[in-house]
């Protein structure tokens, strides 16, 4: 069914005289170029000057569209003070599935705040950091926050989390410690966690360090089949005594994150990588079919002269190190994400990071290949953009960003579906800076914070889901969803209750009727 959308552009005038007359006219893409429909042109009369301020006006279209997907528009200005170079206006519209909901507001403890949130089967988490302690606060479908777990007594900053493909999440982070001797050491642990708080399997990776000889940043996690990569930099001060200060990217790899058997461990995948942690941000890993795939930063200074943060790809096998195939794909760059799909039985790429900073900050995002055979990423203006956040919901993929709008910080969102060679970008989708963005079950769910520090989530609720009537699951989720309670659980112990209540009151009404039966054959006797 076609889907209308009202567009509403707004023109402001930085002149000090009034404009006037002026003519607007929206056109959209089609296969057959630019089309202009009726009710696509307007003439705003007037647009006051002003010698304090701005003058503006608003103007508003109908459009509407057949399917799913990204719909590319122009707006022309025509008439009176209307310079060449700020005639035109191109964007975007993202026609999606989903219908975003009004902000629900988290209340943390005085102190606490959101560094990240992940969705899982059940429900999700938000993770949150206080007094420098590592906790995950458990969420329900209905934004209920019934459990807070402590994941870390002494975190020291790092953390990095995955969804795995049974439902649970993956984790990373580093942590400080005392030896026997009395030294401060820091180290890597991993664990993974489900919607109810529950932590198994912590294990502690790579050597632990003394903060004067080394640390260990940027880390991210990938899996695939149940097979986990921890990809970070190890920043090597002391360099065996000759106090080099190298910085190498190592991985960590396990078959099992819940078996502390078979992992192993590759210090060695980029040498001599020149970045600090003042200047980088977390790597972005990915597994493909064979290779493990990676984003990462260092400095550069080729064609400018200058030194700049560079963003690069590199791809090589886990267990084969070091990897000889590295390009460079972005330029003063950070935040960079990867998600790494199959399509046609081969591996795509889907990538995204921050350009510039301030004013001139931009989205970058990459549909390619794993040689990086795309000549130029996508560009998308984005004024002080501070996170991308890829994500996979049903048959599409979302790119969600923030960046400074009109009236403060927004979250945009994004959509690259199948087999498209681009991720188009646009709708604005709520206020705040993005902290994270899941799935529960086939709705989405976006956490984000307030320049007041308020966290707050909205729903993505799928417009028309398809129901599976097959699925053995279908009538009991039909059961449980009208009922009252913030988790499955509770949900299944009322639905228990309610059931033992009938059948009690079943079982009265058949032993009333029954005596009323033989009462009423005694009379019939006594006749």
């Not at 560079?310 to 195939?325: K, M, N, Q, V």
């Given at each position: 069914?076609?889907?209308?959308?009202?567009?509403?552009?707004?023109?402001?005038?930085?002149g000090?005289?009034?404009?006037?007359?002026?003519?607007?006219?929206?056109?959209?893409?089609?296969?057959?170029?630019?089309?202009?429909?009726?009710?696509?042109?307007?003439?705003?009369?007037?647009?006051?000057?002003?010698?304090?301020?701005?003058?503006?006006?608003k103007?508003?279209?109908?459009?509407s569209?057949?399917?799913?997907?990204?719909?590319?528009?122009?707006?022309?200005?025509?008439?009176d003070?209307?310079?060449?170079?700020?005639?035109?206006?191109?964007?975007?519209?993202?026609?999606?599935?989903?219908?975003?909901?009004?902000?629900?507001?988290?209340?943390?403890?005085?102190?606490?705040?959101?560094?990240?949130?992940?969705?899982?089967?059940?429900?999700?988490?938000?993770?949150?950091?206080?007094?420098?302690?590592?906790?995950?606060?458990?969420?329900?479908?209905?934004?209920?926050?019934?459990?807070?777990?402590?994941?870390?007594?002494?975190?020291?900053?790092?953390f990095?989390f995955?969804v795995?493909?049974?439902?649970?999440?993956?984790?990373?982070?580093?942590?400080r410690f005392?030896?026997?001797?009395?030294?401060?050491?820091?180290?890597?642990?991993?664990?993974?966690?489900?919607?109810?708080?529950?932590?198994?399997?912590?294990?502690?990776?790579?050597?632990?360090?003394?903060?004067?000889?080394?640390e260990?940043?940027?880390?991210?996690?990938?899996?695939?089949?149940?097979?986990?990569v921890?990809?970070?930099?190890?920043?090597?001060?002391?360099?065996?005594?000759?106090?080099?200060?190298?910085?190498?990217?190592?991985?960590?790899?396990?078959?099992?994150?819940?078996?502390?058997?078979?992992?192993?461990?590759?210090?060695?995948?980029?040498?001599?990588?020149?970045?600090?942690?003042?200047?980088?941000?977390s790597i972005?890993?990915?597994?493909g079919?064979?290779?493990?795939?990676?984003?990462?930063?260092?400095?550069?200074?080729?064609?400018?002269?200058?030194?700049?943060?560079?963003l690069?790809?590199a791809?090589?096998?886990?267990?084969i190190?070091?990897?000889?195939?590295?390009?460079a794909?972005?330029?003063?760059?950070?935040?960079?994400?990867?998600?790494?799909?199959?399509?046609?039985?081969?591996?795509?790429?889907?990538?995204?990071?921050?350009?510039?900073?301030?004013?001139?900050?931009?989205?970058?995002?990459?549909?390619?290949?794993?040689?990086?055979?795309?000549?130029?990423?996508?560009?998308?203006?984005?004024?002080?953009?501070?996170?991308?956040?890829?994500?996979?919901?049903?048959?599409?993929?979302?790119?969600?960003?923030?960046?400074?709008?009109?009236?403060?910080p927004?979250?945009?969102?994004?959509?690259r579906l199948?087999n498209?060679?681009?991720?188009?970008?646009?709708?604005?989708?709520?206020?705040?800076?993005?902290?994270?963005?899941?799935?529960?079950?086939?709705?989405?769910?976006?956490?984000?914070?307030?320049?007041?520090?308020?966290?707050?989530?909205?729903?993505?609720?799928?417009?028309?889901?398809?129901?599976?009537?097959?699925?053995?699951?279908?009538?009991?989720?039909?059961?449980?969803?009208?009922?009252?309670?913030?988790?499955?659980?509770?949900?299944?112990?009322?639905?228990?209750?309610?059931?033992?209540?009938?059948?009690?009151?079943?079982?009265?009404?058949?032993?009333?009727?029954?005596?009323?039966?033989?009462?009423?054959?005694?009379?019939?006797?006594?006749?």
């Amino acid at each position: 069914n076609p889907v209308s959308y009202k567009i509403n552009v707004r023109v402001d005038n930085l002149g000090q005289t009034d404009a006037t007359s002026i003519i607007m006219t929206l056109y959209t893409w089609e296969e057959t170029g630019w089309q202009t429909y009726s009710g696509d042109r307007q003439i705003i009369a007037v647009i006051g000057g002003s010698t304090s301020g701005t003058g503006h006006s608003k103007a508003s279209f109908t459009h509407s569209a057949q399917e799913s997907g990204t719909i590319q528009h122009r707006v022309i200005l025509e008439g009176d003070g209307v310079s060449v170079e700020h005639s035109e206006l191109r964007f975007n519209v993202i026609v999606d599935g989903f219908e975003v909901s009004s902000p629900t507001r988290l209340t943390l403890s005085e102190g606490e705040a959101a560094i990240s949130f992940v969705g899982i089967d059940g429900g999700g988490l938000l993770f949150t950091t206080i007094g420098g302690e590592l906790h995950a606060r458990t969420l329900t479908p209905t934004f209920g926050m019934p459990g807070d777990t402590l994941i870390e007594s002494d975190w020291t900053g790092e953390f990095a989390f995955i969804v795995r493909e049974d439902g649970r999440a993956q984790i990373a982070w580093t942590r400080r410690f005392q030896d026997g001797t009395g030294y401060t050491l820091y180290e890597v642990r991993t664990a993974s966690i489900g919607a109810s708080g529950d932590l198994m399997n912590v294990m502690s990776h790579m050597t632990p360090v003394k903060q004067s000889e080394g640390e260990y940043w940027g880390l991210d996690l990938a899996e695939k089949d149940g097979r986990i990569v921890l990809a970070g930099y190890h920043r090597d001060i002391s360099t065996g005594g000759s106090w080099l200060d190298v910085t190498n990217i190592f991985l960590i790899v396990g078959e099992d994150g819940d078996s502390s058997q078979g992992w192993f461990t590759r210090n060695n995948v980029i040498t001599d990588v020149d970045i600090n942690p003042q200047f980088g941000n977390s790597i972005a890993v990915g597994i493909g079919k064979k290779y493990v795939h990676i984003l990462y930063q260092a400095m550069r200074d080729d064609v400018t002269g200058q030194d700049r943060v560079g963003l690069f790809y590199a791809h090589g096998e886990a267990h084969i190190t070091p990897w000889s195939f590295q390009s460079a794909v972005g330029d003063n760059a950070a935040m960079p994400e990867l998600m790494v799909i199959e399509e046609n039985d081969k591996d795509v790429l889907i990538a995204g990071w921050v350009e510039q900073t301030g004013r001139s900050a931009t989205i970058n995002t990459a549909v390619t290949d794993s040689i990086w055979s795309l000549d130029n990423p996508t560009i998308t203006s984005a004024p002080g953009a501070t996170k991308v956040v890829i994500l996979k919901i049903g048959d599409g993929i979302r790119v969600l960003h923030d960046e400074i709008g009109i009236y403060g910080p927004v979250v945009r969102y994004g959509l690259r579906l199948a087999n498209e060679p681009v991720v188009g970008h646009s709708n604005l989708v709520g206020e705040g800076y993005i902290v994270g963005a899941g799935d529960i079950g086939k709705d989405g769910i976006i956490a984000s914070i307030s320049p007041s520090g308020e966290v707050n989530v909205r729903k993505m609720a799928l417009i028309n889901p398809v129901v599976d009537v097959d699925d053995g699951n279908f009538i009991l989720d039909m059961l449980l969803e009208p009922l009252p309670g913030e988790t499955e659980e509770q949900k299944m112990m009322i639905l228990v209750g309610i059931t033992i209540g009938l059948f009690t009151l079943l079982a009265c009404v058949v032993i009333v009727l029954r005596k009323t039966h033989e009462e009423e054959l005694e009379l019939e006797v006594s006749t």
